[in-house]
């Protein structure tokens, strides 16, 4: 008998149903009532954490959970110790920078000596320290595309997909600079005995993925 391994998921938002649908193709059975913040499988040695995104790289560091499913973005932001194992192609985005559509744009310098709302502050910090880009970083936690409208921001960085949440609220995406997706993360010191669990789960992974392209 393999020793059980916990991997931690997104209770319910963009990664949730991706990541168990990965799971399921594995042909890993589980029940997953809503509601619940931990299942067993029914086939196999593992269990399920439901969490926020934002408390996985966290659990998965302290060794909480030995795996986890996160997005490359929130695992960056959060900066923890955790082994990175696969790409795992689903929930893809951008971190962009955007402003107000009427305002002329003429390269980064727009933002020197200027006010950017954003719910990533490491992943813009880094990005302005490297670009010699002197701005202030007004973090919230949400709802940052209205920051430049009332008045609490020049411009926003903030998740891209379509587009269509900056051009609602009246702004352009003028700079790429981060690209994301989901990734498979596992705690840096698991032991051997997990370790061939893990081997197992990986195996049937790249089985799927493999079938996939
Ligand atoms: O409750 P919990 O904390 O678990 O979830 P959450 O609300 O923090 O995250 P959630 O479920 O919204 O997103 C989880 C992850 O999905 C993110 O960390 C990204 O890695 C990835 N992802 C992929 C996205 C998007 N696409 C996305 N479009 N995350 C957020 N968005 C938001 C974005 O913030 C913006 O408000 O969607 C809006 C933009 O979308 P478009 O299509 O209008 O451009
Ligand atoms: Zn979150």
């Known amino acids: 008998m393999n020793q059980v391994i916990r991997i931690a998921v997104q209770k319910s938002g963009r990664l949730s149903e991706d990541s168990l649908k990965l799971i399921k193709e594995c042909g890993i059975k589980f029940y997953n009532g809503t509601g619940k913040l931990k299942s067993t499988s029914t086939n196999f040695p593992i269990e399920f954490l439901y969490l926020r995104d934002d408390d996985i790289p966290g659990y998965v560091a302290d060794g909480v959970a030995d795996l986890g499913i996160v997005g490359q973005n929130e695992l960056v932001e959060k900066d923890k110790e955790v082994q990175v194992i696969k790409p795992l192609g ?61 008045g609490l921001a020049a411009g926003i960085c903030d998740i891209v997909s379509s587009g269509s949440t900056l051009m609602m609220n009246g702004l352009k995406e003028v700079a790429e600079i981060f690209k994301s997706e989901a990734v498979l993360i596992a705690h840096p010191d698991l032991s051997a005995e997990k370790q061939e669990t893990v081997e197992k789960l990986l195996f049937r992974m790249n089985a799927v993925q493999t079938g996939k392209n």
């Open 90 to 150: 689903f929930s893809k985005c951008r971190l962009s920078l955007a402003i107000p559509k009427g305002e002329s744009y003429e390269g980064l310098s727009y933002f020197q000596g200027k006010r950017i709302a954003t719910s990533y502050p490491k992943i813009l910090g880094d990005f302005l320290r490297d670009a010699g880009i002197q701005a202030e970083i007004h973090e919230i936690s949400g709802s940052v595309e209205i920051a430049p409208s009332i």
